[in-house]
């Protein structure tokens, strides 16, 4: 209990212990020391105290993929994946301008989890055009729950990383990001 004290001191009352939860206390999450920093191992991906990988890593070539999506409309669509042996989010395809949104959904993996940013262009309500970008959260029922775990730990940080996403959105089913679901959250704003 004094290893999870130091690592998780707002989960421990220096009055009385408190229990942790079950996801800490499961058989695939064991505390590990270092120098003078508790972590924590789970799903054999190391943590640091505030929850977030010590892993992921955003390289400059995948930030670049984004600005040239938002500045120069070089790219329709981005689609990142995590890459476990380089241990950072990687650029895995690009949409030329010209393809269509179908295309982008036809490009996502039925059964793995995935990032993308898609740059909407729409006619608003007021008959004016518009460009929004979303930011897609792709986490499929079909896809490991380990794959779900390290994407749902690593979204908010990558997503972070992008400055200029007008919408946040988590899909686990195409229905989740229908292309009019997207034109309707860009509307309402």
């Known amino acids: ?8 001191p707002c989960l421990v009352s220096p009055h009385a212990p408190v229990p ?3 996801l800490l206390t499961s058989p695939s999450a064991r505390f590990l020391t270092g120098n003078s920093n508790a972590t924590m191992e789970f799903l054999g991906f190391t943590l640091m ?16 993929a984004f600005l040239e999506l938002k500045r120069r409309k070089v790219h329709r669509y981005v689609i990142f994946k995590i890459d476990d042996r380089s241990e950072e989010v990687v650029v895995e395809k690009t949409g030329a301008p010209g393809e269509s949104y179908d295309d ?4 996502l993996p039925a059964d793995d989890c995935r990032y993308a940013v898609y740059d909407l262009d729409f006619v608003s309500d007021d008959n004016c055009r518009k460009s929004k970008i979303f930011f897609i959260s792709w986490s499929p029922d079909d896809s490991r729950i380990r794959s779900k775990t390290i994407y749902a730990v690593s979204r ?11 919408f946040e959105i988590q899909a686990t089913d195409p229905d989740d990001m229908d292309l009019d679901v997207l034109r309707d959250r860009a509307n309402r704003t």
């Open 1 to 8: 209990m004094a290893l999870a004290a130091a690592a998780w």
């Open 20 to 22: 942790l939860p079950p």
């Open 49 to 64: 105290g505030g929850g977030s990988p010590a892993w992921i890593d955003v390289p400059e070539r995948s930030k670049s």
């Open 104 to 107: 982008f959904t036809a490009s």
């Open 156 to 166: 908010n940080q990558f997503r972070h990383e992008l400055d200029g996403v007008h």
